[in-house]
């Protein structure tokens, strides 16, 4: 580098002597920074060839200084996470977006630990990318808290799956004791099994360990209930339309109740009890309401209002109006009966609209 | 159609209650077993022409590869019953089915059926609706 005299005559020899100088304080001050920062920092040409890291990068991977220049880093990912990190990189230098991106790193003594790798570029004037600066995050303590609860809430969800199945095996073994009790034993343990398919679909508490939604909604839970009145070749008898929605555990059992009503009394006495008979259930979201719409068809012709409530019935109004704060409405149709469940559109997810207010 | 059936289920409660139904509907229940040691002892001992398997047994979850072994090695007709279907969601090479758990008494009857009739080669036109067939 040429020596430039601080001292010389020409102002713009003195002015590049203080320029060269602010820079190599400034510089001083960023490496200052950097290697005093927990995180690992490093940083790039605008082409991605890596010729910074800062001292934690060192201390934590344990290679020697200048090692991982270039494209060397990505050999100190876990051999499943490199291809990933390495066409993520590539995207990203191509169109400027922030790199964002969690993988393994391998730490001097072996052993990988997760991280989360975070890039931004610098530009110049002209928009030009003149530089990126990243960080590694090391995230491995926490991801393992992650997925440490993510078993939990499996082998919960496992354990009461299999409590219903012993339930219900046991009321079907004292209706054996007691053989007069058959009808009633039936009657319950047909309930509790809604019970126990409604709590399979519904939706966990914690937004994390599920990322999508997938097939926890309402109707993936009505198509499987209703498998069962199905014709033999599969066709569905009860058809499911409209809008979809996610339901939690204190709407399920309400939910299971209530269809499993409509559906075993339709296959007693109403469209699902003979061949031709057809279902349909629209499920509407309406402001601020969600609406349910039973329709019968092709059933024993409907000779107008019951003379007795019989117990299922009471137990659906029950459930809507009482736990899901809605209103049930039957109408005998000469057609087939229909009934109509009006909710406040929050009745499915009560829980998670209380979390939003809050 | 008669069968000699292996019970495959570690909460003593539902492997009684789904014998009894087995034995209501005129088959010969050979075993009921807890665990995947237990089960490869009895299919290797004895004639079984189907099996009931859950996933999680006393040994852990070993009833994955207990039905794949006993329907590829021992030529038992298998069909997985359990709380977790989603475990066998890409279906088990050699065997037929996943059962929900709870189950009724008719469901598993028309399972059974389907499962017996596969076996001795009669035509089968349907699955019964609770039944989810692999493959």
């Known amino acids: 580098m040429t020596q430039i005299d601080p001292n010389g005559d020409s102002t713009v020899e003195r002015q590049l002597a203080l320029t060269v100088q602010a820079l190599a304080e400034s510089e001083a001050k960023f490496r200052a920074i950097a290697d005093s920062m927990p995180q690992m920092v490093w940083s790039t040409r605008p082409d991605g060839f890596h010729d910074y890291y800062n001292a934690r990068w060192y201390e934590f991977t344990g290679v020697p200084e200048g090692s991982t220049d270039g494209e060397g880093w990505n050999g100190m990912f876990h051999p499943e996470d490199q291809d990933r990190a390495f066409a993520l990189w590539r995207r990203c230098l191509d169109t400027g977006e922030p790199y964002e991106i969690e993988y393994r790193l391998r730490r001097h003594d072996g052993v990988y630990r997760w991280t989360l790798g975070r890039a931004r570029p610098i530009r110049n004037e002209a928009g030009e990318i003149t530089r990126w600066f990243g960080t590694c995050t090391d995230i491995d303590d926490l991801k393992r808290s992650d997925q440490a609860k993510e078993l939990l809430s499996q082998e919960l969800s496992h354990r009461i799956k299999n409590i219903f199945a012993v339930v219900s095996a046991l009321i079907a073994l004292s209706a054996r004791q007691h053989p007069e009790a058959k009808a009633f034993a039936t009657a319950v343990r047909t309930r509790i099994n809604a019970l126990a398919r409604a709590h399979e679909f519904v939706r966990p508490h914690t937004e994390s360990s599920r990322p999508t939604v997938g097939t926890m909604t309402l109707h993936a839970f009505l198509t499987d209930l209703f498998k069962a009145y199905s014709e033999l070749s599969g066709t569905p008898r009860v058809m499911v339309t409209g809008d979809d929605a996610t339901f939690d555990d204190q709407a399920a059992t309400s939910v299971a109740l209530l269809f499993h009503e409509l559906a075993t009394n339709a296959a007693k006495y109403g469209a699902l009890s003979v061949e031709g008979g057809r279902v349909t259930l629209e499920t509407r979201r309406m402001d601020d309401r969600f609406v349910l719409t039973w329709t019968e068809t092709g059933g024993p012709r409907v000779e107008g209002v019951p003379v007795q409530t019989g117990f299922g019935t009471s137990l659906a109004t029950l459930s809507v109006e009482g736990q899901l704060g809605g209103r049930l409405e039957r109408r005998w149709v000469p057609q087939g009966l229909q009934v109509v469940a009006d909710l406040p559109a929050t009745a499915l997810s009560r829980r998670r609209a209380a979390q939003n207010v809050a | ?135």
């Open chain 2, 1 to 135: 159609m008669t069968a000699r059936i292996l019970i495959i289920e570690d909460e003593a409660l539902v492997a009684m209650e789904l014998r009894f139904v087995l034995e209501d509907l005129g088959h010969d229940v050979v075993a009921t077993v807890a665990d995947a040691r237990s089960a490869r002892e009895v299919a290797r001992e004895t004639d079984v022409d189907l099996a009931l398997v859950d996933i999680h047994l006393s040994d852990g979850p070993t009833g994955v590869a207990l039905g794949r072994e006993l329907g590829q090695d021992l030529g038992v007709s298998v069909l997985f019953m359990t709380a977790n279907p989603g475990m066998v969601r890409n279906g088990v090479a050699g065997t037929i089915g996943v059962l929900s758990k709870p189950t009724d008494e008719y469901a598993v009857q028309k399972a059974v059926d389907y499962a017996l009739r596969r076996r001795s080669g009669a035509p089968v036109l349907y699955a019964p609706p609770e039944l989810q067939l692999f493959g």
